[in-house]
Nanobody, 113 residues
């Protein structure tokens, strides 16, 4: 499974960005997640969507971020509204299939005050 995240950029607080994660194919992928790199080189969970369309969000983004999955386009989108400075970071998408998790290169999101 190959993944590519794009759509990052520099925006002011309160504005929106849309991140996209393109895959080599969503067939057989159970879950697609978005993570953000945090200090300590760790990755913090942001949102996920299952093959059945069930979504989950970190508390910090609930009500502001929306994750969606387009199986026909093999794309998972993360719509980020009302961005905050603390949303800044490198965002990664991952896909889990048959117990294996695949990662793609991240995309930088910078939110200025």
């Amino acid at each position: 499974v190959q993944l590519q995240a794009f759509g990052g950029g520099l925006v002011q607080a309160g504005r929106s960005l849309r991140l996209s994660c393109t895959t080599s194919g969503l067939l057989g992928i159970n879950v697609v997640d978005w993570y953000r790199r945090v200090p300590g080189n760790l990755r913090a969970f942001v949102a996920s969507v299952t093959s059945g369309g069930r979504t989950s969000y970190a508390d910090s983004v609930k009500g502001r971020f929306t994750i969606s999955r387009d199986n026909a386009q093999n794309t998972v989108t993360l719509q980020m509204n009302n961005l905050k400075v603390e949303d800044t970071g490198v965002y990664y998408c991952s896909a889990t299939a048959t117990g294996t998790t695949y990662w793609g290169p991240g995309t930088q999101v910078t939110v200025s005050s």
